[in-house]
């Protein structure tokens, strides 16, 4: 079925790519992602691998900290079932063109990484030097490293692809078995996984096969899974017999068990189970895996198509889990990018607000809270006349929403943390919260940790809460910031729980927040609102007081009064004697332990490429990467007025510049590059020049 999905994405792409294009032409030497065909494969290296090095991931996979009920916006819910999202990355361009960044703003981005345990990027990519008219496909996918990048942030494995049927390729070849029993295919998906910072592989063999090659791919995906690394992954799609044919069994049995477990030998790690399943036969697949000695919950997936149904899927997730019961497996969730890709002018910067909306309709519930999830539409609702209708008012009534069924997840479990609630695309790009950049832009692979529920904010009186958005035109760092805002009074003192934690506190903890005012002065009307788990239900609060200036001001508070607590969550209390229009932004949020340290400045900063076209130039720099201290580098121009303009952030040692504006008649610009702690400190910066002529 996936396939059939693919195909029908090819022809949809077919109608995007003009408005697209027109959006972000490709620049002349833009570094852009392909597939792989067998035969580069088996030769693939990074020295010949054009681009390669421009989409490494270098962030690592976070730890995320235990689940802790008390704090979860639903405590009832188990926190076992896992949650695979298989889903497109930006969207492309063009199928010839997929980039790890670019200057649009209305891109698909994920906010929502706290209800995914594995991410696989969907997407086809023609093999490096095919056709333009008639492309050739590869078989091996690379996950974009700038959703891996935001994926191990929030603790989640990132997988690359494998999709099978390709024209104009021989089976046979990506099974081939050496005299010394390596299978070269596979000793190359290895060797790619490490070295372009993913986790594993979603494998979708979706065409027949001969048996003697089905046996081939079973043994080489055993000698894959013995020899990857530990933490590697490799996720199975129901839809081949062990016999090579094609065969949905719409659950988990004997059929398609050893493709998990041979004979007691480890196969794939885990199985998307395709979508026909229900309640009987997602109850025998629990017990078939239990006496496989296999968790269900980690190991079967069971999949529910938003792609083709959007919010009206046919199948209901509540089978998978039932009111007052044990969860039966884990969820597979297939196109949640529909809430970009299915948005009416998805491409125009303007209407963004409406991807958004769908997007917290999709995650947390129709009420777009994750305290009050469910369906609005609870008889009659699957299928429904209005699907594929995008923006009908009630397309989503028969949607639970994620947070439904799965708890939020976290990483925040040392120090420091920080966030500026940066989504990871913008209108423009600020820095110490002025503009320093005008251009759109969107980078996943710079995403902040963003609040774990979007939005959970509660009034303790008679009127409705506050409201809580990210604010594209005002920001500290990044693109975004949290803005808090409605009539505020008496009747409506506001809680705005933000991010979940497991924060031992000690006597040199601080918690910082980072605020914009109107003018010195001026009542916050805020406070720090923190629960700990020794009384996770009663709320201690820390008053933030007026502001010390106009603009951006930051308020320290010591938490040593709680040491030997532990801080399970932070968020924002908001309260008024008298009724205020209020608004307020706010651009960062730190937790902080000890003194900062200021990261080793980067060494050997040069241009490697520059390619001038009259006023613009492409940049290709580097630089020695030091990742024991930076959790990324900024990149900046110094323009003649001497101000700084952001041109890239990323945590690698190279970095592709799109356009690089001369100003006036400039003989030369000044690049400058910081590395930046993960406290947010900055080392010294190092310079080099691009010379016009």
């Not at 492309?92 to 929502?112: G, H, I, P, V």
């Not at 309640?279 to 083709?308: I, M």
């Not at 594209?472 to 979940?500: E, H, I, M, Q, W």
């Amino acid at each position: 079925m996936l396939a059939a999905l693919l195909a029908a994405g090819v022809a949809a792409m077919a109608l995007q790519t003009a408005a697209a294009a027109a959006e972000t032409p490709k620049a002349d030497h833009q570094p852009y992602m392909h597939g792989y065909n067998v035969d580069q494969i088996k030769s693939w290296s990074p020295e010949t691998d054009r681009f390669a090095k421009y989409f490494r991931s270098r962030v690592p996979l976070a730890e995320r900290i235990p689940a802790f009920a008390p704090t979860q916006a639903n405590p009832a819910l188990s926190a076992e079932p896992q949650v695979m999202n298989l889903s497109a990355d930006y969207d492309k361009e063009a199928f010839f063109e997929a980039y790890r960044y670019n200057d649009s703003f209305s891109r698909n981005l994920l906010n929502f990484w706290q209800y995914t345990d594995l991410y696989g990027s969907w997407h086809g990519l023609p093999v490096d030097g095919s056709s333009v008219t008639n492309p050739e496909f590869g078989v091996i996918n690379l996950p974009n490293p700038a959703y891996t990048d935001a994926a191990h942030r929030n603790g989640v494995l990132s997988l690359g692809g494998w999709f099978w049927p390709r024209a104009g390729q021989n089976f046979s070849d990506w099974v081939e078995k050496k005299p010394d029993g390596s299978f070269p295919v596979a000793d190359k998906m290895i060797e790619m996984a490490q070295y372009f910072g993913f986790d594993g592989y979603f494998i979708n063999q979706e065409a027949s096969i001969s048996k003697e090659n089905a046996q081939k791919l079973m043994e080489m995906i055993k000698y894959l899974r013995a020899k990857a690394p530990e933490g590697f992954h490799l996720q199975w799609y129901d839809s081949l017999s062990v016999d090579g044919r094609v065969s949905y069994v719409n659950g988990f049995s004997s059929s398609n068990a050893p493709w998990i477990v041979d004979n007691g030998v480890p196969v794939n790690n885990s199985i998307f189970m395709n979508y026909a399943w229900n309640e009987t036969r997602l109850a025998n697949a629990h017990a078939y895996a239990q006496s496989l000695g296999l968790d269900p919950y980690k190991v079967l997936f069971a999949g529910t198509e938003n792609d083709k149904y959007g919010y009206n899927p046919p199948y209901d997730p509540r089978w998978i889990f039932p009111a007052g019961k044990a969860p039966k497996s884990g969820w597979a969730l297939f196109g949640t990018d529909m809430v970009w890709n299915k948005a009416p002018n998805k491409f125009d910067p303007n209407v963004q607000e409406e991807v958004f909306r769908r997007e917290r309709v999709y995650w947390s519930g129709p009420n777009q809270d994750p305290t009050r999830t469910g369906r609005t539409l609870t008889t009659g609702c699957s299928p429904y006349p209005d699907q594929g209708v995008p923006n009908n008012p009630t397309e989503y009534r028969c949607w639970d929403g994620v947070a439904h069924f799965i708890p939020e997840r976290s990483v925040i479990g040392s120090y420091p943390f920080l966030s500026s609630f940066n989504t990871g695309h913008g209108t423009a790009f600020f820095l110490d919260g002025e503009i320093s950049s005008a251009k759109e832009w969107n980078n996943a692979g710079i995403q902040d940790i963003l609040p774990s529920w979007q939005w959970w904010a509660k009034s303790a009186g008679t009127g409705a809460p506050l409201a809580a958005s990210f604010d594209y035109g005002t920001a500290y760092d990044g693109g975004s910031s949290l803005k808090v805002s409605g009539n505020l009074g008496a009747a409506n003192p506001t809680d705005l729980r933000l991010f979940k934690t497991k924060l031992a506190i000690s006597n040199d903890v601080n918690l910082s927040i980072m605020y914009k005012s109107d003018a010195a002065g001026t009542p916050t009307h805020m406070k720090a609102a923190l629960l700990f788990e020794d009384q996770p239900d009663r709320f201690e609060y820390i008053d933030i007081g007026s502001s010390d200036t106009a603009g951006w001001n930051t308020k320290t508070l010591s938490l040593g009064a709680y040491s030997g607590r532990t801080l399970a969550t932070i968020g924002l209390h908001f309260a008024s004697a008298g009724t205020v229009d209020y608004r307020m932004n706010i651009g960062r949020m730190a937790v902080t332990k000890g003194a900062s340290e200021q990261p080793a400045a980067p060494a050997d900063l040069k241009i490697d490429e520059a390619y001038v076209k009259g006023n613009q130039a492409e940049l290709f720099v580097s630089w020695t990467w030091n990742p024991d201290h930076a959790a990324y580098y900024d990149l900046y121009r110094i323009k003649p007025d001497g101000n700084k303009e952001a041109i890239g952030r990323i945590m690698d040692e190279v970095y592709y510049v799109k356009s690089l504006e001369r100003i006036g008649s400039e003989a030369e610009t000044t690049i400058e590059l910081v590395a930046v702690g993960p406290d947010g400190t900055r080392s010294s910066a190092v310079q080099t020049k691009l010379k016009w002529d």
